[in-house]
């Protein structure tokens, strides 16, 4: 589910931009470059060929929002603020999302 849909893809167009075809490696201290693949798991996982469109025939579901690449991007970009209100988004879509919320558990 992408629950933050355009502020996600936000994250993703920037981030896209910021490493300008490099790899993350070059451009960021390995300190974070080694925990960034959020992203590329949930683009793999989003093309997946056993995945489910409809949440009822799913056995599981999977949050679309790198929330590590939010931060590392807020970071760089001396923006942490950002990172803060879409982390504080995601709080109010899985709040507001039925498939999250009806679990009737924090995790």
């Known amino acids: 589910h992408r629950l933050l849909g355009a502020g996600e893809d936000a994250v993703r167009a920037d981030f896209t931009a910021l490493l300008a075809g490099r790899s993350f490696e070059a451009v960021l201290p390995n300190v974070w470059s080694q925990y960034l693949s959020d992203m590329r798991l949930l ?7 056993e995945r489910r469109r409809a949440a009822s025939e799913a056995e599981w579901q999977v949050v679309d929002c790198a929330a590590y690449t939010s931060r590392v991007l807020g970071s760089v970009t001396n923006r942490t603020e950002a990172h803060h209100e879409r982390m504080q988004a995601l709080l109010g879509a899985l709040l507001a ?3 999250w919320s009806d679990r009737r558990a924090k995790w």
Request: net charge negative; charged share 10%; proline share 10%.
């Open 43 to 49: 683009d793999a996982l989003a093309q997946h060929s």
């Open 97 to 99: 999302n039925p498939l």
